[in-house]
């Protein structure tokens, strides 16, 4: 078991402080009147935030390329150097940010993005990590540990988000590169869901481990283009969701070894109208079936679970980016059941790639736009 340490709370008034919320634009709500700050604005297709330690503000990663910081008082910085080169392709580019569980010593910052075959034709998911400058300004002895392989992308459904466990294991959630069956090989990392020691390292006890033909990095596999993921604070348990096709959008809860069915398992059609070719219908024998679906689909993308004093009005509810929907869709849970859904900010005309809680109990989200922005969302108190 790897220790894990926690990172420090951060007071709200150190955090972008509440006093903006005199400012902040208002919204109408089941659970009351939201208010909307814009914390910055001049992003590049921004795609994923990570809260840094301390008041110390945030990391936000930008697609084409760029990791940069936001200040506690709303200020973006020049782009942090030592980022790798990204394969800026379709959907392809810098994704994913998280800092180490272990930050306050050994100040590491891991990216997923999408990197270029030899030919530059291709491209896959990798992951790697860096330590990050005492002044924040450059990412040092930056190091892959992960590439997705084979690399079969032309430009779509790398996914990836990562997450780190109570235990301190490394989850990263992978697109199937827009080729269907791969989600089903386990000899190859599309569609998967893998597990890894922080340095790369593949832990013994992985489910797929010396077996002939299997990766074992593999730790799920039968998805989609999975753009969103978190921990259940509650539970301990990973979530992700997952773009389908047509309709078919998906929130699994994520097993030890299980199979997510994609392509032979699906509520989405393909985008000419006709079934998914490999589909054997949407339900089928051996396959985990997703916890929550969207029939039609609005194109999710970050996931939160709320997990803070601050609001009471969304204890235990998960708020989830939507990309086409352009919403922000709370779901309340109990019994571990969707028994509500709202959908929110639609006024924005935004689309909503990320969506984290922030350690003031804020939600900031990220809008996914040439001039995309970062937003504080509450209730007025």
């Given at each position: 078991?790897?220790?894990?340490t926690?990172?420090a709370?951060v007071?709200?008034?150190?955090?972008?402080?509440?006093?903006?919320?005199?400012s902040?634009?208002?919204?109408?709500?089941?659970?009351?009147?939201l208010?909307?700050?814009e914390?910055?604005?001049?992003?590049?297709?921004?795609?994923?935030?990570?809260?840094?330690?301390?008041?110390?503000?945030?990391?936000?990663?930008?697609?084409?390329?760029?990791?940069?910081?936001?200040?506690?008082?709303?200020?973006?910085?020049?782009?942090?150097?030592?980022?790798?080169?990204?394969?800026?392709?379709?959907?392809?580019?810098l994704?994913?940010?998280?800092?180490?569980?272990?930050f306050?010593?050994?100040?590491m910052?891991?990216?997923?993005?999408?990197?270029?075959?030899?030919?530059?034709k291709t491209?896959?998911?990798?992951?790697g990590?860096?330590r990050?400058?005492q002044?924040m300004?450059r990412?040092?002895?930056?190091?892959?540990?992960?590439?997705?392989?084979?690399?079969?992308?032309v430009?779509?459904?790398?996914?990836s988000?990562?997450?780190?466990?109570?235990?301190?294991?490394?989850f990263?959630a992978?697109g199937?590169?827009?080729n269907?069956?791969?989600?089903?090989?386990?000899?190859?990392?599309?569609?998967?869901?893998?597990r890894?020691y922080?340095?790369?390292?593949i832990?013994?006890?992985?489910?797929?481990?010396?077996?002939?033909?299997?990766?074992?990095?593999?730790?799920?596999y039968?998805?989609?283009?999975?753009q969103?993921?978190?921990l259940?604070?509650?539970?301990?348990?990973?979530?992700?969701?997952?773009?389908?096709p047509?309709?078919?959008?998906?929130?699994n809860i994520?097993?030890?070894?299980?199979?997510y069915?994609?392509?032979?398992?699906t509520?989405g059609?393909?985008?000419?109208g006709?079934p998914?070719p490999e589909?054997?219908?949407?339900?089928?024998?051996?396959?985990?079936h997703?916890f929550?679906?969207?029939?039609?689909s609005?194109?999710?993308?970050?996931?939160?679970?709320?997990?803070a004093?601050t609001?009471?009005?969304?204890?235990?509810?998960?708020?989830?980016?939507a990309?086409?929907?352009?919403?922000?869709?709370?779901?309340?849970?109990?019994?571990?059941?969707v028994v509500h859904?709202?959908r929110?900010l639609g006024?924005?005309?935004?689309?909503?790639?990320?969506?984290?809680?922030?350690?003031?109990?804020?939600?900031?989200?990220l809008?996914?736009?040439?001039?995309g922005?970062?937003?504080?969302?509450g209730?007025a108190?």
């Amino acid at each position: 078991m790897i220790r894990k340490t926690l990172i420090a709370a951060v007071c709200a008034s150190a955090f972008f402080g509440a006093s903006w919320q005199a400012s902040a634009a208002t919204y109408k709500s089941e659970e009351g009147t939201l208010t909307v700050d814009e914390v910055v604005g001049g992003l590049q297709h921004p795609w994923a935030v990570a809260f840094l330690p301390e008041g110390k503000g945030m990391l936000v990663t930008e697609r084409p390329g760029s990791l940069r910081v936001v200040s506690p008082d709303g200020k973006l910085s020049a782009p942090i150097s030592g980022v790798p080169q990204v394969w800026v392709q379709g959907q392809g580019g810098l994704l994913d940010v998280e800092l180490s569980p272990d930050f306050a010593k050994d100040r590491m910052v891991y990216l997923t993005y999408a990197e270029a075959a030899p030919d530059g034709k291709t491209g896959g998911t990798a992951a790697g990590r860096g330590r990050l400058s005492q002044d924040m300004t450059r990412l040092e002895g930056f190091t892959r540990i992960f590439q997705q392989q084979p690399k079969l992308s032309v430009g779509n459904h790398f996914g990836s988000r990562i997450v780190f466990d109570r235990d301190g294991y490394l989850f990263i959630a992978l697109g199937e590169n827009n080729n269907r069956p791969t989600a089903q090989d386990l000899d190859k990392l599309q569609g998967k869901i893998v597990r890894l020691y922080p340095d790369g390292s593949i832990p013994d006890d992985n489910p797929f481990v010396g077996q002939k033909n299997v990766r074992p990095e593999i730790w799920s596999y039968g998805h989609r283009n999975q753009q969103g993921a978190a921990l259940n604070p509650w539970t301990g348990t990973l979530w992700t969701n997952e773009h389908g096709p047509m309709g078919g959008d998906e929130i699994n809860i994520i097993e030890r070894g299980a199979n997510y069915g994609w392509p032979i398992s699906t509520f989405g059609i393909d985008y000419n109208g006709q079934p998914i070719p490999e589909s054997k219908g949407k339900i089928v024998e051996g396959v985990t079936h997703p916890f929550h679906v969207w029939e039609k689909s609005p194109a999710i993308s970050g996931m939160a679970f709320y997990d803070a004093d601050t609001f009471q009005q969304w204890d235990h509810n998960v708020f989830v980016g939507a990309l086409a929907a352009q919403v922000l869709i709370r779901l309340e849970l109990k019994d571990d059941k969707v028994v509500h859904e709202e959908r929110l900010l639609g006024e924005l005309k935004s689309r909503i790639r990320d969506v984290r809680q922030g350690p003031d109990g804020y939600l900031y989200l990220l809008t996914d736009e040439e001039h995309g922005k970062l937003l504080k969302v509450g209730l007025a108190q």
